[in-house]
């Protein structure tokens, strides 16, 4: 019909510039009518291709040889020149036919590598969003069916041995061993022929369009080594655009891979870490109160006949060692609380300068001969906390402060309105210290992390700072520490403030 329609529309157009130029402009140069059907011609070959643009180059050489050569209405031609004006028209109509056809279908195929790079540039887009290998796997087929506008994409991968559809259904590759009748039938044989022919075409060396009819079979390669296959249903793609798609798709589940792999490295070094770190604390933090316990109970049991001062010397130790190990203790389970999400904040308005008041008191008491210097503004306004667990906070860094500090040095606690926020209050430990290393100021704030300066001169178990930053975050705040070598260490947390 769309031919017919054609052949109909160009016979028109031919008999409309015969009579175009027979009766409204019979004194036309015979040029002029060539060039015209020549036009006619170009348009035809640019439009709907050679095939037609011969057909009418054709008949338009003899519509011009029969209206507009003399003699007039005959094909005899009497002078030779327009022999070789009919034959260079001919010639020329077909060539030009050829040139504006084989510039329709260049622009065609630009056209259509166009479209294919565009696919190929959101396919890349998507396939960097999932991060395990299994989702990207899932992900794969429906993404590659939505680019390329096919209605059935299926994957093999070889190292799981298994088929992925594009609508996120997996289906497990056939045993290697025969099937009971019973368990045979349609859907089992159309698996085992759609896994045959993916690992036909994974074993491909080259990219090969299919023929018409059937689905693109892609090999996918990770280096030389054969590791999958794409099936693509009623989708005809250049051989570019496989190789592309054959190495964008191996590109990403092999980072995608990479990525999980380096994931499980950092997460064994990291649990390897953490072990490492709680064993030194056990070892150096619970053994110490316990072979003080230890030592002072077997005095008392060993020498029944100590006097009354000996005796409470020995159950000084053992209550202050008890003490000890209970904090530790207290510490460890308070830890595992927060990272579990399992403690539950009052969070209500109430004014920090008796927190910090009540905080510094216990500290004094537990230290009495230091100096700790608090600035704190008439004016602060209440904060939403939960006076318990900031408590805790503020005693960590002061007895943090207070421990690697010289004894002869202040420590200074001050509290304001954050600069550059209108709904949070800083507070702020500072003291004179050793100071921290750049690369370990934020290290110090993980799990059992101790500076490498310190541990080994002053005992501690890792798990203040922890605490407190897990404390302030569960605030809605923040906790950091700016610190200079030599010059001390200043630890700042944040509150929000509470809403009138």
Request: hydrophobic share 45%; with cysteine.
């Amino acid at each position: 019909m769309i031919d017919a329609g054609r052949w109909l529309v160009i016979a028109n157009g031919l008999a409309g510039i015969v009579a175009l130029y027979r009766h409204f402009f019979p004194a036309a140069n015979p040029t002029t009518v060539a060039l015209t059907l020549l036009l006619l011609i170009l348009v035809l070959a640019a439009n709907w291709g050679l095939r037609y643009a011969v057909v009418a180059s054709i008949a338009a050489t003899a519509l011009f040889n029969y209206f507009f050569l003399p003699p007039i209405d005959t094909f005899t031609i009497a002078d030779t020149q327009n022999w070789v004006a009919l034959f260079a028209f001919l010639g020329t109509a077909i060539f030009a036919s050829h040139l504006s056809n084989r510039i329709r279908e260049e622009t065609d195929d630009a056209n259509c590598r166009r479209r294919e790079a565009e696919m190929l540039y959101r396919l890349g887009r998507q396939l960097l969003q999932p991060e395990s290998v299994a989702e990207l796997l899932n992900f794969i087929p429906s993404s590659v069916a939505t680019a390329f506008n096919s209605p059935s994409v299926t994957l093999y991968v070889a190292d799981r041995d298994r088929i992925y559809l594009s609508d996120s259904r997996r289906i497990s590759a056939p045993s290697t061993t025969p099937p009971t009748p019973a368990a045979t039938g349609n859907s089992d044989t159309n698996r085992a022929a759609i896994v045959r022919e993916l690992r036909e075409a994974m074993l491909q060396p080259l990219f090969r369009p299919a023929p018409d009819g059937h689905p693109t079979a892609i090999p996918l390669h990770i280096g030389v080594r054969p590791s999958g296959a794409l099936l693509l249903e009623a989708t005809t793609l250049s051989r570019e655009t496989m190789e592309a798609l054959s190495g964008l798709v191996s590109m990403s589940i092999e980072r995608a891979d990479a990525l999980e792999n380096s994931a499980r490295s950092e997460a064994a070094q990291e649990s390897e870490r953490l072990r490492t770190a709680l064993l030194d604390s056990v070892t150096h933090e619970l053994r110490t109160p316990l072979t003080s316990i230890k030592a002072s109970v077997t005095a008392l049991i060993s020498q029944p006949a100590l006097d009354d001062p000996a005796r409470a010397d020995l159950l000084t130790v053992i209550d202050e060692e008890s003490d000890r190990l209970n904090h530790l203790i207290e510490q460890a389970v308070e830890m595992a609380q927060l990272d579990a999400n399992k403690v539950h904040l009052e969070l209500r308005p109430q004014p920090i300068a008796p927190l910090i008041q009540a905080a510094v008191a216990e500290c004094l008491a537990a230290h009495p001969g230091r100096d700790l210097r608090v600035s704190l503004s008439a004016t602060l306004p209440n904060v939403l906390a939960d006076a318990a667990w900031i408590h805790k906070v503020l005693t960590n860094l002061l007895e943090n402060a207070v421990k690697y500090s010289p004894v002869n040095q202040p420590i200074f606690v001050a509290a304001d309105r954050q600069a550059g926020s209108s709904n949070l209050l800083a507070v702020s430990v500072a003291d004179r210290g050793a100071g921290i290393d750049p690369f370990e100021q934020e290290m110090i704030f993980d799990k059992f992390y101790r500076g490498q300066g310190q541990r080994e001169r002053i005992s501690g178990t890792g798990m203040g700072l922890p605490i407190s930053r897990a404390i302030v975050a569960a605030h809605g705040g923040a906790i950091s520490v700016t610190s200079q070598i030599g010059h001390g260490s200043v630890f700042t947390f944040t509150l929000p403030l509470a809403r009138p």
